[in-house]
């Protein structure tokens, strides 16, 4: 694909339930983020994989949030028991090797609605 | 640790004014500095970058000049068009582990 795929781009589920996003980076980028962006708010980092590297995890905000790269190309992201402040868009980007000065690419995001 | 703070919005301006949008920075490393542009209905989108002090980015009539001294990042355009109309964001990284953003800044450009 030309771009960085994310699926679904919208949401709706009722509190309690659990629900899981998808990011298909640009393909031979090693290197995918997982953001958050709510209203009024910057984006918020979640995690972070590089290759065949033990994730960053460093911004999962709660154990009901986890993410998973399976064969260094597509992630789930997975919320758990999903709560109301739990809304927000979602947004998965890649690169190609996670240096500092590199361009991320960025997927249109899930908008995610939590009833 | 690190962080970005950037001027509130929203930002409103008529065709051709000139623009600042205001971008400081808190980084224990020596960070490379980006502004990020979001269209309507679009993606994030890098517009510019400048990866040590006194570089300036550029990119289609905008920069920015990475002060070191004044930890700061502006963006600035000379004359802006209602194309420019989108949601801008500052960012920073010392690590390529983690990007910190600030929280956007809405530009609408009228005629």
């Known amino acids: 694909g030309a771009g960085v795929s994310q699926s679904p781009s919208n949401k709706v589920t009722e509190k309690g339930k659990d629900v899981e996003l998808r990011c298909d980076p640009i393909?031979?980028?090693?290197?995918l983020y997982w953001y958050r962006q709510s209203l009024g708010q910057g984006l918020e980092f979640l995690i972070y994989?590089?290759?065949?590297?033990?994730?960053?995890k460093s911004g999962l905000p709660s154990d009901r949030f986890s993410a998973e790269r399976t064969g260094g190309s597509v992630s789930t992201l997975t919320i758990q028991r999903t709560q109301q402040e739990d809304s927000a868009v979602y947004l998965c980007?890649?690169?190609?090797?996670?240096?500092?000065?590199?361009?991320?690419?960025f997927g249109s995001g899930t908008q995610l609605s939590v009833l | 640790g690190d962080s970005v703070t950037q001027m509130e919005g929203p930002v409103t301006l008529s065709e051709e004014a000139f623009l600042t949008i205001n971008c400081t920075y808190t980084?224990?490393?020596?960070?490379?500095l980006f502004w990020y542009v979001q269209y309507p209905g679009e993606g994030l989108q890098l517009l510019l970058k400048?990866?040590?002090?006194?570089d300036k980015g550029s990119n289609k009539g905008f920069e920015a000049t990475y002060r070191k001294e004044t930890t700061s990042f502006h963006l600035e355009k000379g004359s802006v068009q209602v194309s420019d109309s989108a949601v801008y964001f500052c960012?920073?990284?010392?690590?390529?582990?983690?990007?910190?953003f600030g929280t956007g800044t809405s530009l609408t450009v009228i005629p």
């Open positions: 960012a920073l990284s010392d690590t390529g582990n983690q990007f910190y």
């Open positions: 994989f590089q290759g065949n590297s033990a994730p960053d």
């Open positions: 393909s031979g980028h090693t290197a």
């Open positions: 980007a890649s690169s190609l090797s996670g240096g500092v000065n590199e361009k991320l690419f």
């Open positions: 980084a224990t490393g020596y960070p490379s």
């Open positions: 400048a990866t040590k002090a006194d």
